[in-house]
């Protein structure tokens, strides 16, 4: 139910670099992470880029939607300087960009999709799993497949819609905040493999009746060893985290 990595690195290297960069997939490999979450948003012009905010501001200097702004406008743009000095000069990169680093480096991939406005969940859905298909139609081979396709997730149901039906082979991981009564018709509408949610608002027994019903559960953002602990006590397959200098990747490593 869950041949993935069970730790992940939050929006690339957690807290420690600037979020969705490729400076924070370097931090990540610093700290022995080799899998990561990342979110993808498309621009005016439909390029699909690490994003988690739709509005500029707090990681991108300036103001304005990223879905009303051209990939050649955001791509001058510094997405580092926020976090220190150290990181200045940074840019936001494309998905591609990110798929063939994370490929190159050995990095498995929860590509989180991010409609950046309503109107835009289904076309996001569509071109970034069209995206990620055609990535590993050339990069990844027999054996262990399945182990190694990207995961499809996001809180859009609109946007899963739209990823499945133009990439029904690839693994796909409903989003919730809390877990909502209709969740296991939703993952079956969605063809999903697992549920992914907050760990903040999951209890054991909705931990174990999510996998006593066949479907991986994975949590965001968990940021304390001992809480790691607990849930993947409860039958938890995996989690990311933003500490990824206090949560080991070494320790939970599939053995």
Not at 52 to 60: I, K, M, N, V, Y
Not at 128 to 136: G, P, S, W, Y
Request: glycine share 10%; charged share 20%; with cysteine.
């Amino acid at each position: 139910m869950w041949p993935y990595p069970r730790a992940l690195a939050h929006r690339g290297g957690g807290t420690l670099a600037p979020e969705n960069t490729l400076a924070g997939f370097r931090a990540g490999l610093q700290y022995g992470y080799r899998a990561a979450e990342f979110d993808v948003m498309l621009t005016r012009d439909e390029v699909p880029i690490l994003m988690h905010d739709p509005q500029r501001g707090r990681t991108l200097p300036g103001s304005g939607a990223i879905a009303e702004t051209d990939w050649a406008q955001l791509r001058e743009l510094d997405a580092g300087a926020w976090h220190g000095p150290g990181f200045a000069g940074e840019r936001i990169c494309t998905l591609q960009q990110a798929l063939d680093f994370c490929t190159a480096n050995g990095i498995w991939m929860n590509v989180e999709i991010k409609p950046g406005a309503p109107a835009q969940a289904r076309r996001t859905g569509e071109l970034t799993a069209l995206a990620v298909a055609r990535h590993v139609a050339t990069t990844i081979k027999e054996p262990d497949r399945a182990a190694q396709l990207p995961v499809l997730s996001s809180f859009s149901f609109e946007a899963l819609l739209a990823a499945r039906d133009a990439a029904p082979e690839l693994p796909r991981g409903f989003l919730v905040d809390v877990i909502p009564a209709d969740w296991e018709s939703r993952l079956a509408q969605l063809g999903a493999v697992a549920l992914h949610t907050n760990h903040k608002h999951l209890s054991q027994a909705q931990a174990q009746a999510v996998k006593a019903a066949g479907f991986g559960l994975f949590c965001y953002t968990v940021n304390d060893p001992g809480r790691a602990v607990e849930i993947a006590g409860w039958g938890v397959d995996g989690f990311c985290t933003d500490r990824i200098d206090l949560v080991s990747a070494a320790d939970w490593a599939r053995g």
